[in-house]
């Protein structure tokens, strides 16, 4: 058994809830102007993206490849590490195919929008919530266990979720804007979502704390790699460059990790 120090957990939970909340905080941004601007959510979606790829495979998964040699020597603890880097991919590449997460949709003025039936757009609005809630989950037990172990390394993951989480929340919010009418409901809905990683971090850790070791943290880890490339890869690259102007996608993508690689040079000091 692992002891978790008690700054650390209350730091987990602090980051998840601040990362989650990036979600109505897209929403705002819907029900108070009239359209995010294309070139800025580009660069920020490809910051986004950046910084999980960055901090997933320089830290996250040398992290549980170093859990893992512990209890099984360095190459079974490097093909383990590996394996569970695979098995977070195919995780939620299952997660996706089943319940596609919608990012289509970020103009509440898009015509395309208004020639379909309030009930037709209420239902949009109910699917989007449902499939960004359930994405929402892994992204929470990923924040959350990543600080458990390395407050530095969990900051960074934060940031870069709460960044690809405001995307999530215009998604939730444009639907349900426009069914209702309601800037209430608009907020209420993307509010929901973006609490499901507080929850998930909450769930995963009780189902866990009884066998935090070395070998749980580090298929933990292993899996929040995978998870978070795929994510970058299949999510937020491809939405920033369909938003994309010029070269906001190759500098977000950039800066992105050149940010996280400073950030955690400087924590390491």
Do not use: C
Not at 103 to 117: C, G, N, Y
Not at 123 to 131: D, E, F, I, K, N
């Amino acid at each position: 058994m692992i002891a978790i120090p008690a700054e650390n957990l209350w730091m987990a939970f602090a980051l998840t809830i601040a990362a989650g909340m990036a979600t109505p905080l897209g929403s705002l941004m819907v029900v108070f102007s009239r359209r995010p601007d294309p070139r800025l959510l580009a660069f920020g979606l490809a910051f986004a993206g950046g910084a999980m790829v960055y901090v997933s495979l320089a830290e996250i998964l040398n992290k549980a490849i170093a859990s893992l040699t512990v209890g099984h020597g360095e190459r079974l603890g490097f093909t383990y590490a590996t394996l569970w880097f695979l098995a977070g991919i195919l995780l939620v590449a299952l997660l996706d195919h089943f319940v596609p997460n919608p990012h289509e949709t970020l103009d509440k003025q898009d015509p395309a929008l208004r020639q379909q039936a309030p009930g037709t757009v209420r239902r949009l609005g109910l699917l989007s919530t449902a499939a960004i809630t359930a994405h929402n989950f892994p992204e929470g037990l990923a924040t959350f266990f990543a600080t458990l172990e390395s407050p530095s390394v969990g900051l960074s993951l934060a940031f870069a979720i709460a960044i690809h989480n405001i995307p999530e929340g215009i998604a939730i919010a444009v639907p349900v804007y426009f069914a209702t009418g309601s800037k209430r409901y608009a907020f209420g809905a993307s509010l929901l979502s973006g609490l499901a990683e507080p929850v998930g971090a909450g769930i995963g850790y009780f189902a866990l704390s009884g066998s935090l070791s070395q070998g749980t943290f580090g298929a933990v880890f292993g899996l929040i790699a995978g998870i978070m490339v795929f994510l970058a890869l299949d999510e937020l690259l491809p939405a920033a460059k369909r938003y994309a102007q010029g070269h906001e996608t190759v500098y977000g993508l950039v800066i992105g990790m050149a940010s996280i690689a400073i950030s955690l040079v400087l924590f390491r000091w």
